[in-house]
């Protein structure tokens, strides 16, 4: 294994498991959670806390993925897996914007 793989590795995996955390950590809170720093979502904004919860954690999960895709793929190929991780982050953060937006239409109190 190169420097250069392990340095790899060593970003890679643990954002991956920050993201994949993060998903758990939604998945199980108690109180709605949020989805910027510092925001808040209140529990008389939500129709169903564990459903909202959950859905904000199967996104992060799905997030998280292409952390790990992408240090799998750095193993083997290092150009390809910088431009999935490239791609995968910066395209997957306007797909989060808009997921949360489905999910926070979904739950909202202000869609029943």
Do not use: H
Request: aromatic share 16%; glycine share 10%; net charge positive.
């Amino acid at each position: 294994m190169t420097a250069a793989t392990l340095i790899w590795l060593l970003i890679t995996i643990p954002i991956g498991a920050f993201f994949t955390g993060l998903g758990i950590y939604a998945w199980n809170r108690k109180k709605p959670m949020w989805f910027w720093s510092g925001s808040t979502v209140k529990e008389s904004e939500i129709s169903d806390i564990p459903a909202y919860n959950r859905a904000n954690g199967i996104m992060w999960i799905c997030y998280s993925t292409v952390f790990w895709i992408g240090a799998v793929m750095g193993l083997f190929q290092m150009d390809a897996a910088g431009a999935v991780l490239a791609i995968g982050t910066l395209g997957g953060i306007p797909i989060l914007v808009f997921v949360y937006k489905i999910i926070f239409s979904k739950y909202g109190k202000q869609s029943l």
